[in-house]
């Protein structure tokens, strides 16, 4: 297992154009979570999912962002009608249930740059 | 206010000095406690956690909760070049989510 995988690495959108990032967690972690980052600040939560059912959601994540969990495998988070303050590193996470909170397995993250 | 209070440094020590980092919290229904480096431009890696109360060690690093001050934190001893990171505290409630609220984090250089 090469632990948990984003892709892209990196975008650059213009404003106003929809993107969407993958997230493949570690294959045995029923946990996903979204995380995003901006430059000098920790990680907030955005959203999670235990299997395909996403718990709980941030009200950071507005009505343009949404995210899915389909069959309980990969995650995509997709960010319609970019703004620049949506411009940080979006970081997925992975755990088993029961391990959630001795925390979890980070992939590098998805840095979007909006111009 | 944050709920999570984290100095970001920067800090910046000789190499093999004691390395303290703190946080301090303001929700005392925090349980879980956690400390993350991150190299630059990379994810947070799981370095350290604590239920509760008490001390931990592994290896260099030791990791203190004082939940009757609502304060922890992380120690390095014989620092090293290649601590050279950002150090991030992170906490959860009790509840079974496991989402986690994290500190600014403390950004620390070691120089050889």
């Known amino acids: 297992d090469t632990g948990v995988s984003q892709d892209p690495r990196h975008k650059i959108t213009k404003r106003g154009q929809n993107v969407t990032f993958r997230c493949d967690p570690i294959?045995?972690?029923?946990?996903l979570y979204w995380y995003r980052q901006t430059l000098g600040q920790g990680p907030e939560f955005l959203t999670y999912?235990?299997?395909?059912?996403?718990?709980?959601k941030s009200r950071l994540l507005s009505d343009r962002f949404s995210a899915e969990r389909p069959k309980g495998s990969f995650s995509t988070l997709e960010i319609q009608r970019t703004e620049q303050g949506d411009s940080a590193m979006y970081l997925c996470a992975s755990s088993l249930e029961g391990a959630s909170n001795y925390g979890y397995t980070f992939g590098s993250g998805t840095r979007l740059t909006v111009v | 206010q944050k709920e999570v209070e984290q100095d970001p440094g920067p800090l910046s020590v000789p190499e093999g000095a004691i390395v303290s980092l703190n946080c301090t919290y303001s929700n005392s229904a925090f349980q879980y406690f956690m400390w993350y480096r991150q190299y630059s431009r990379k994810g947070p890696e799981l370095l350290m956690y604590?239920?509760?109360?008490g001390n931990k060690e592994d290896g260099r690093f030791t990791a203190q909760v004082d939940k009757s001050s609502k304060y922890i934190s992380l120690f390095i001893r014989d620092s090293q070049p290649s601590d050279s990171a950002t150090y991030l505290c992170?906490?959860?409630?009790?509840?079974?989510?496991?989402?986690?609220?994290f500190g600014q984090g403390t950004t620390l250089q070691v120089k050889p």
């Open positions: 604590t239920y509760s109360s």
């Open positions: 999912f235990q299997n395909e059912a996403q718990l709980e």
């Open positions: 992170a906490m959860s409630k009790a509840s079974n989510t496991g989402k986690l609220i």
């Open positions: 294959s045995e972690h029923n946990r």
